[in-house]
């Protein structure tokens, strides 16, 4: 087992002010090229792992404090499905490697990644949780190997898994952010409200419980509200950065204008643009929310203006836009043309 990465841990970070996460690495590389739609399996870890290295870093530059371990649906059911089951542990490890490597770079949390494994079913839930455990155990065994301060667990729609993965997390001793997923209008797939999922996190012993994926900030920011308002521990939002509405508050319903399924790959004529994230970041944290990221599409534009609205300066805030000195646009082009500059 490697000591913990980061010399200041996830808590200390927490109680000097907002941790700004990022997340959406699979979105992102997908639009490089670098993993498949569909099945959404991290196979560049193995395949391109300087890839994930860059946008590790892209990030980092950006302001994130947390670098996740790519490894969202790299578990053993998952992999399974791409014929990739033998590279389970070493897909794990790099993972956990590459983020670690960059984490250094810049003093970052590193954060091992377990999600929603599909394995799950509460109708079945004795069985089914066992297999669940398995794979978590799996992961979050390498993780821990490697060097890590804490757990995401993310993407839950059931309650039920959740608190496995939470359980495996305290087993081992690691601190767990546990966040649901709201495809749902009200509550999560095994029937509790999006307030009650959070609240029985946290008195489980979740160190952060709250929301992530699935709805953009107009629609998340009603449910925080009430989270914010109703449990005692740290509240984390990290919404997909697309306008979804009271209509389709979930990402997953959007529909192109021919009534076609925009999710995943027409998601564009939704986004939402750097201006809109930064004003959500700036609502959360007046919120009181402490851990605020971004999820799927999210990008490093994205983070640095967050990052920014939150009064910091980054890396990245090296290059932020200086409009004003555009030769159409800027403030400076009338006045150097007055002054008999740049022959039409």
Same mark, same amino acid.
């Given at each position: 087992m490697q000591d913990r990465p980061s010399a200041r841990s996830l808590q200390q970070r927490l109680d000097e002010g907002v941790v700004l996460g990022a997340e959406g690495y699979v979105f992102e590389l997908e639009r490089r090229g670098y993993i498949k739609a569909g099945p959404y399996v991290p196979e560049v870890i193995l395949d391109a792992p300087e890839a994930v290295l860059e946008l590790h870093r892209e990030f980092l530059r950006a302001g994130a404090? &947390? #670098? &996740?371990?790519?490894?969202?649906?790299? +578990?053993?059911?998952?992999?399974?499905? &791409?014929?990739?089951?033998?590279?389970?542990?070493? /897909?794990? $490890?790099?993972?956990? $490697?590459?983020a670690n490597q960059v984490a250094r770079e810049g003093d970052a949390l590193v954060a091992a990644n377990i999600s929603n494994t599909w394995s799950y079913d509460p109708a079945d839930a004795r069985r089914t949780a066992a297999i669940v455990r398995a794979q978590y155990e799996e992961q979050l065994g390498w993780a821990v190997d490697e060097g890590v301060d804490f757990v995401i667990a993310e993407t839950n729609d059931y309650l039920g898994e959740a608190l496995v993965g939470l359980e495996v997390c305290q087993e081992l001793g690691l601190p767990a952010m546990v966040t649901f997923a709201s495809v749902h209008p009200t509550s999560t797939y095994d029937g509790y409200t999006y307030v009650d999922a959070c609240r029985r996190a946290a008195d489980a012993g979740a160190t952060i419980v709250g929301l992530n994926c699935s709805r953009?900030?107009?629609? #998340? #920011?009603?449910?925080?509200?009430?989270? &914010?308002?109703?449990?005692?521990?740290?509240?984390?939002?990290?919404?997909?950065?697309?306008?979804?509405? @009271?209509?389709?508050?979930?990402?997953?319903?959007?529909?192109?204008?021919?009534?076609? !399924?925009?999710?995943?790959?027409?998601?564009?004529?939704?986004?939402?643009?750097?201006?809109? /994230?930064?004003?959500?970041? $700036?609502?959360? *944290? *007046?919120?009181?929310?402490?851990?605020?990221?971004?999820?799927?599409?999210?990008?490093? +534009? +994205?983070? !640095?203006? #967050?990052?920014?609205?939150?009064? !910091?300066?980054?890396?990245?805030?090296? @290059?932020?836009?200086?409009?004003?000195? @555009?030769?159409?646009?800027?403030?400076?082009?009338?006045? +150097?043309?007055? /002054?008999?500059?740049?022959?039409?």
């Open positions: 404090e &947390v #670098m &996740v371990a790519l490894t969202y649906y790299a +578990h053993r059911e998952k992999l399974k499905t &791409v014929g990739r089951e033998g590279d389970l542990e070493e /897909m794990n $490890r790099t993972a956990v $490697r590459v953009g900030p107009e629609t #998340m #920011m009603p449910l925080l509200t009430d989270i &914010v308002a109703a449990v005692d521990t740290v509240v984390a939002a990290q919404p997909v950065p697309y306008r979804t509405s @009271h209509g389709t508050p979930a990402f997953e319903s959007l529909t192109t204008p021919d009534g076609g !399924r925009a999710f995943p790959i027409q998601l564009e004529p939704f986004s939402c643009t750097r201006f809109e /994230m930064a004003d959500f970041a $700036r609502w959360s *944290q *007046q919120l009181g929310i402490s851990y605020i990221g971004i999820c799927c599409g999210g990008g490093p +534009h +994205h983070v !640095r203006a #967050m990052a920014e609205a939150l009064g !910091r300066e980054t890396p990245a805030s090296r @290059h932020s836009p200086a409009i004003d000195l @555009h030769p159409v646009l800027g403030t400076a082009t009338a006045e +150097h043309r007055e /002054m008999g500059g740049w022959a039409a």
